[in-house]
């Protein structure tokens, strides 16, 4: 039901257009696209322009920045929120603007469902980026060079209105940061100053000699300040109280005439840096760090959230809350005792997996509401990744989560659309699973006491190699906990000298396979070696291989079908592979045989000047 829900959702989102200009001197742009990839499988988004080729401007999926296959000219100068795909702001960051930028740059999302590959085109944004100096600025330029006078007035407002623009930089969880806005020009005229971002975010207003808060955007009310009067001393700035990641953007502070004319327009680009932690999966926990140098109030309410807005930990009242807390991460996080002494509101986060992934904000409130201090973590969670040789007996995909988890959980094992393992009602379900991993997979017995769902994979073969994620599912089919192993399956690989007796390419599967089984090897199109109605068939093979193959007797039994090559020449080298099937199975494996040639008895067959050429090289 939820992913048919999902479905709804995309096929009534329309595509729409917006348009944005810029100056080339600009120091970026941003171009907009929102879209919620939540509930997507292997989500990815591509931002393009059609009239390039290659056409790709920027390419993310959920491991990063894929850039490939990116055009050339925006090399180095392109860039996405790394969380982009958690949160749906899709936005496309571009710096170092040229006018050739201009142009139709298109969001597509793009998804995996039912076998195949889907894609949306969200939004198409049309960018303009004009000259520095506008033909009229060089006219008039050529006109001042002349010496033809102007007026003060309007030399100032020249120079005002190709300000440069102010960088500034401040580390997040910091208690404010100033955005300078000064001028001493025009005062007398000033009726109104709008502090703003974009094209509707009000940020500040200050008019008829004082604030307008029913002005401003919500996320900005309480949080900003301009010094009393301003106009006296022309200092129009503005402090920005709990600065966070969200707050980077340019800011622009324009003022007004009574008339509702511009007299003065700067922009401030403020970056505000995010402390980031990382860690391996599979450790025991992670720390979120937030510290603070203040007393809080007895009664001051503490709430870390992840980016989603789902609420991962609440202390009010002098504890903890979990009946508040999401069901994700119940039982997962703890914080220290005497929160309000001046120091650590730190989170620890239990059994951290990628899919935790995401900016966390921890923010304090007072008993009215009122948001004291906030500040955001940046958690990365690096994927875990398994490596092993075909041909190993097994392989172990972990997962441990908290213990004691609810007898009507579910564990599900999964690699692409099939599935792996499942666990439910208690016991495994083997009649669930796709055929390629019958009697090949295991799980532990106590796994819901012990919270260790970890899978073991028998006989792992190349083929196996692939994404496999564990979802801990309650009653409802809601999720609890998710996890993703990526795992390599390194093809086997055999090396012996022209002239051995013989070599064997291994393959050991789950023994008493079905009586009915063919066991089939072969190498290009050529068949090596046939194993049908329980007997060799030697009429079968192909000729190179007469009389030259050797497999065990009592292979369906034991279960090991490996091949015996005899007298191997350096013509085999080549990639070998066995299939075993019936109606009901299908088993494989692949073994690359590099069969190393004799110099010396290869050139003693044929004409021996080309060796003592070679001797002289």
């Not at 742009?29 to 931002?47: N, Y």
């Not at 860690?279 to 709430?303: F, M, N, R, W, Y």
């Amino acid at each position: 039901m939820k992913m048919f829900v999902v479905f709804v959702i995309l096929v009534h989102v329309s595509q729409h257009a917006s348009a944005v200009e810029v100056y080339d001197w600009d120091p970026f742009v941003q171009l907009p696209c929102d879209f919620a990839t939540d509930g997507l499988a292997e989500p990815s988004v591509v931002w393009s322009r059609y009239d390039l080729n290659p056409s790709t401007v920027h390419q993310r999926q959920q491991e990063g920045d894929e850039l490939k296959d990116q055009n050339q000219l925006y090399s180095s100068r392109t860039s996405m929120k790394t969380d982009a795909l958690e949160t749906g702001d899709l936005s496309l960051h571009l710096t170092k603007l040229h006018l050739s930028d201009s142009g139709s740059y298109t969001c597509t999302v793009r998804w995996f469902r039912g076998g195949r590959h889907r894609e949306l085109r969200v939004t198409d944004v049309q960018l303009q980026v004009k000259e520095r100096f506008p033909s009229w600025a060089k006219a008039l330029l050529v006109l001042l060079v002349l010496g033809l006078l102007v007026s003060g007035a309007l030399l100032v407002y020249f120079r005002l209105y190709f300000m440069s623009v102010y960088q500034v930089e401040v580390e997040e969880g910091a208690e404010s940061v100033q955005l300078l806005c000064k001028t001493r020009v025009f005062l007398w005229k000033v009726a109104k100053v709008v502090w703003s971002y974009g094209y509707y975010g009000k940020v500040h207003v200050y008019q008829n000699g004082s604030d307008q808060p029913e002005e401003q955007y919500s996320e900005y009310r309480g949080r900003t300040e301009m010094k009393r009067n301003l106009l006296e001393h022309g200092d129009l700035s503005l402090t920005l109280k709990y600065p966070t990641d969200w707050d980077s953007k340019t800011f622009t502070c324009t003022v007004y005439n009574r008339k509702g004319h511009k007299l003065m327009k700067k922009q401030v680009v403020l970056k505000v840096k995010v402390y980031q932690v990382e860690v391996d999966s599979g450790a025991e926990s992670v720390q979120l760090p937030c510290k603070t140098i203040v007393h809080l109030p007895k009664d001051a309410k503490v709430e870390w959230r992840d980016r989603e807005g789902r609420k991962v930990h609440v202390y009010q009242n002098g504890s903890d809350q979990p009946e508040e807390q999401h069901r994700y991460y119940r039982g997962r996080t703890e914080m220290k005792r005497n929160l309000q002494e001046p120091g650590d509101l730190s989170l620890t986060l239990k059994y951290p997996t990628d899919w935790d992934s995401k900016t966390y904000t921890c923010t304090v409130y007072n008993r009215e509401g009122r948001k004291l201090m906030e500040k955001q973590v940046v958690l990365k969670v690096k994927v875990c990744q398994v490596e092993v040789e075909e041909g190993a007996e097994s392989v172990q995909l972990p997962f441990r989560t908290t213990p004691d988890l609810p007898e009507d959980t579910t564990v599900m094992w999964d690699c692409s659309d099939r599935t792996v393992h499942l666990y439910e009602n208690r016991s495994d379900q083997p009649e669930e699973q796709d055929q390629d991993y019958k009697d090949r997979t295991e799980m532990k017995k106590d796994l819901l006491k012990t919270g260790d769902v970890s899978l073991t994979l028998k006989h792992p073969k190349e083929t196996d190699t692939g994404t496999y994620r564990c979802r801990v599912l309650n009653k409802d089919g809601d999720g609890l906990r998710v996890k993703t192993v990526k795992l390599k399956v390194k093809a086997c690989q055999v090396e012996v000298e022209e002239g051995a007796e013989s070599v064997q390419l291994p393959f050991r599967t789950t023994p008493d396979l079905p009586e009915d089984a063919t066991v089939r090897w072969f190498c290009s199109d050529r068949r090596v070696h046939l194993y049908e109605n329980r007997s060799d068939r030697p009429d079968k093979q192909h000729q190179v291989y007469k009389d030259r193959t050797e497999m065990k007797k009592d292979l369906l039994k034991t279960g090991d079908l490996s091949l015996t090559l005899k007298h191997p020449k350096e013509t085999d080298t080549g990639k070998y592979w066995c299939r075993v099937l019936n109606k009901d199975m299908w088993r494989e494996k692949t073994v690359e045989l590099k069969v190393k040639g004799n110099i010396r008895n290869r050139s003693s067959s044929i004409d021996p000047t080309p060796l003592m050429a070679d001797q002289s090289v």
